[in-house]
């Protein structure tokens, strides 16, 4: 017979057996690999041949190089404005979803989640098409009338880097944006309405809170599939495009300097990480109604 002590332990001991799969994959796919980067990035290279010698002469590099560090600036900025411009417009089309849409609702989902079963490259390779100088827009443009010649700005340029990111990046966001709105009870809207609150008020002070985390998470996956793309800037983005993952993808290819691309890994990690935790701390959810 066990007594009330063995209990616990038992129940401890159950959870974490059922944990140590979970483990072992974090472990295997994430912590390891990071770990094994770390050390890389302070080995260095000389003449191509890898020197097992611990130094921080390839964060000096990257630290102190003006171009290194335009071009993750360039990166942030960037992967932060697709991101938060992807999230508002998916907020607002999970919004006319939860609240107008009934019979329809699945099938607007699905209309919007659908992109996602499409190949990465095929998508990225649309907006190709769209942008190009004899593209779909400015063909258009131009048979309408609206421009004269073709708008150069549109392709391999920032500008196309932007916009094919935001449009990768929606689905993701309104997934989350979704779950977080179809989660909140109507009732609450409903006494809200009741107490006399406008529609804007009500928003602020029971949607708004009970949605931010969603919204938060949301941010969060579009930042993370921009922050560290490199296959859109390749091929929508020319040398004017070019972002940080692309110098990484150049190290560990062309230049066959792993340490330096793996001390470049490190210092976007960190950097991603610092914004990730800031967003983290900005939504969290208060469940408190004013």
């Given amino acids: 017979m066990s007594t009330a002590s063995e209990v616990p332990f038992a129940v401890r001991a159950r959870q974490w ?47 102190t190089n003006d171009v ?51 190949s990465y490259l095929v998508r990225v390779y649309s907006w190709k098409i769209l942008l190009g100088e004899s593209g779909v827009i400015n063909s258009t443009f131009l048979a309408v ?47 809200s309405a009741d107490s006399g609150a406008t529609p804007g008020r009500a928003f602020r002070t029971v949607v708004w809170p009970l949605s931010r985390q969603g919204v938060g998470i949301g941010f969060a996956l579009a930042f993370l599939l921009c922050v560290g793309d490199y296959l859109t800037p390749a091929m929508v983005g020319g040398l004017q495009g070019t972002m940080f993952g692309s110098l990484i993808v150049n190290q560990f290819g062309l230049a066959n300097n792993w340490p330096l691309g793996a001390a470049m890994s490190i210092v976007l990690l960190a950097a991603t990480g610092a914004l990730l935790a800031a967003v983290a701390r900005a939504s969290r959810s208060e469940g408190i109604l004013e």
């Fill in 145 to 191: 009338g609206i421009i004269d010649e073709p708008l150069s700005f549109m392709l391999y340029s920032r500008f196309s880097v932007f916009v094919t990111l935001t449009y990768v990046s929606i689905p993701f966001a309104f997934v989350a944006a979704y779950s977080a709105l179809e989660r909140i009870p109507k009732s609450l809207l409903e006494a």
């Fill in 17 to 63: 057996l059922v944990l140590t799969p979970v483990m072992l994959w974090i472990a295997a796919l994430v912590l390891i690999p990071n770990i094994l980067m770390l050390v890389y990035s302070l080995w260095s290279t000389e003449e191509g041949v890898l020197r097992r010698e611990f130094s921080l002469t390839n964060y000096v590099d990257v630290l």
């Fill in 68 to 118: 290194t560090l335009t071009i993750l600036l360039r990166t942030l900025l960037t992967a932060i404005g697709a991101a938060l411009l992807a999230t508002a417009i998916a907020y607002a089309m999970a919004w006319f979803v939860v609240k107008k849409l009934t019979r329809w609702r699945m099938l607007a989902v699905l209309l919007v989640i659908v992109p996602l079963w499409i």
